[in-house]
């Protein structure tokens, strides 16, 4: 089997054009759908029926460093969306390294970060959402 590698260098992450970089330390990106893809409800005669969910809406979280230069373009994309609604954009992240790919054709901001100020930087807390996630997990 081998060793396998991964590398956080290696994923990437495109917001309309933009390759974002300067991620917090610690988990920098997340994505999820929002909905179980099957639910199953349960017949009183023991039998019972999956259901199939079409909502392929999903999330995408990710954290960057309070330096980031990303977190401008970030915002602007978000002002501009709030000011004009006209704010969606495409998204890849990608693992180069590996087979995972998870992209949309329509993302936008849900809301800018938390802005928060003391000794030390902190991250900025970014969550898109998008209708319809293409979600492929892959290995290395």
Not at 38 to 45: A, G, L
Not at 110 to 132: F, H, L
Request: one cysteine or more; proline letters at 1%.
């Amino acid at each position: 089997m081998g060793v396998k590698t991964y590398n956080f260098k290696e994923v990437i992450l495109i917001i309309e054009g933009n390759h974002i970089t300067g991620f917090a330390d610690g988990t920098s990106i997340t994505v999820e759908r929002n909905s179980d893809a099957f639910t199953y409800q349960k017949n009183v005669d023991g039998g019972g029926t999956r259901s199939k969910s079409n909502d392929n809406s999903g999330r995408i979280t990710f954290s960057l460093a309070q330096t980031a230069a990303a977190n401008a373009i970030l915002s602007a994309i978000a002002q501009l969306d709030e000011l004009t609604a006209a704010g969606t954009f495409v998204v890849l992240i990608k693992d180069n390294q590996g087979r995972s790919l998870h992209t949309c054709e329509t993302g936008w901001i849900v809301k800018a970060p938390n802005a928060e100020y003391g000794m030390e930087s902190s991250a900025r807390e970014w969550i898109i959402e998008t209708d319809n996630l293409i979600h492929f997990v892959g290995g290395n």
